[in-house]
């Protein structure tokens, strides 16, 4: 009896991955590359924890941005939209110094994902890397952010 219950139990969590979509998949592979993420750079227009009211992220919250990202605002005759591979993580906080942390939310560009919305990949997880909420095609999130540049809100070039 035992070997069954073990033979099932195998069965329904040993193969969660393969009921995963895609973009929970690729939600997945992001958490891991984006792995000491607070060592990267932040723009220099929105360092630290930043006021963000009536954002769903939290009332503050602080971003980071790789180094695609970085070189891309460096360079001052940047194009209009950010190229494949920039990457961009968000803390939302419930408080200023941000020990209530709400989520981790990142915005990848990825080639060909989402021509329709410059190809952003959204997730938002929790503080151990689970998926928090929605991931993907997401028009919560594009609906958002399509007031900012190239769905940036945190800067102007």
Not at 13 to 39: H, P, R
């Amino acid at each position: 009896m035992k070997k069954i219950i073990l033979i099932i139990t195998i069965l329904i969590f040993g193969c969660s991955e393969d009921v995963l979509t895609d973009d929970q998949k690729l939600a997945n592979e992001i958490w891991d590359e984006i792995q000491g993420y607070e060592f990267w750079n932040q723009s220099p227009e929105f360092t630290g924890i930043q006021l963000n009211n009536g954002s769903p992220h939290g009332e503050y919250v602080q971003i980071w941005i790789n180094g695609i990202v970085s070189e891309f605002f460096e360079d001052t005759s940047a194009s209009d939209l950010l190229p494949n591979g920039s990457l961009i993580v968000k803390e939302g906080y419930s408080d200023e110094n941000g020990s209530i942390l709400n989520n981790i939310t990142i915005m990848k560009k990825l080639d060909s994902y989402d021509p329709s919305h410059n190809n952003w990949f959204c997730a938002s997880y929790n503080e151990g890397g689970e998926l928090a909420g929605k991931n993907g095609k997401e028009s919560f999130c594009y609906n958002c952010h399509i007031s900012g540049k190239d769905y940036i809100l945190f800067k102007t070039w």
